[in-house]
């Protein structure tokens, strides 16, 4: 596979020069593709924890169930994300991993890691950090899904969104593609389908977004900005404490 299709290449090279060497490395954990059809249940929480996935087409969505059948989602994936990194530490996966629609994912062994730990420790400091980094992304969305209303946890969401998918697609101005329902935006934000439909409405209404043919323009960013207290913690990353290359 050719390193110019690559999604995860163009996600860490946003934050660090790759040498070539690097580029090898990060092919180990793509040079095997698998695709699912959207609505498939990848595995299930609790399922031998085995596998790591690179995303390199599609979204899918991390969840988990409440006894009684109700569904939190926990986590939603792009293209360029590693799914698997808060578990790699335990034996059996913490949630359901299902699609949103058609993907191909990229699954590799957990010991693939092994060459990238021992030989590229830029490399290693680099994936550590992104790890560490979405558990400050978990806090933030924490709050906004506690605290805030529900305009407020949308504009949140789609603020969020954008950000992540801007690191990939550095062209990305206002617009991107929303292929989640009403159903799953209301499992991830703890609200009803009812109260996500009426939202939406109600922030085309007030000119902050526009929605057409499953895109979503954000029209007033600034405004959803102050809004929501939204901080973007994707377009930078220290780096300088990085072993040198």
């Known amino acids: 596979m050719g390193h110019e299709s690559s999604c995860l290449v163009a996600k860490l090279s946003h934050y660090v020069t790759l040498t070539d060497a690097d580029r090898e490395k990060l092919a180990t954990f793509e040079k095997t593709e698998r695709s699912f059809a959207g609505g498939t249940e990848i595995h299930q929480g609790g399922d031998e924890n085995r596998e790591l996935y690179v995303v390199k087409r599609g979204w899918a969505f991390s969840y988990t169930d409440l006894p009684d059948g109700r569904r939190q989602i926990v986590k939603i994936h792009h293209p360029g994300d590693v799914i698997g990194f808060p578990d790699v530490a335990l034996k059996h996966t ?3 991993l299902r699609t949103v629609e058609d993907v191909c994912l ?13 030989e590229a420790p830029r490399l290693s400091a680099l994936l550590l950090s992104i790890a560490l980094r ?10 906004a899904m506690g605290r805030m209303s529900a305009r407020e946890k949308i504009a949140y969401m789609l603020l969020d969104l954008i950000a992540r998918l801007r690191i990939t697609n550095p062209g990305m101005t206002d617009t991107f593609r929303l292929p989640m329902n ?8 703890g609200l009803t389908n009812v109260y996500v439909s009426k939202t939406f409405i109600r922030l085309e209404q007030d000119g902050l977004i526009r929605r057409h043919d499953g895109y979503v323009q ?5 405004q959803m900005i102050a809004l929501t207290d939204f901080q973007d913690r994707y377009a930078q990353m220290d780096t300088s404490w990085f072993p040198q290359a």
């Open 134 to 143: 979405d558990q400050v992304v978990f806090i933030d969305v924490l709050r």
């Open 94 to 96: 913490t949630t359901t």
């Open 182 to 189: 009403q159903g799953q935006i209301a499992d991830y934000l």
């Open 106 to 118: 990229c699954p590799f062994p957990k010991s693939a890691l092994d060459l990238i730990l021992r």
């Open 218 to 222: 954000i029209l007033a960013e600034e």
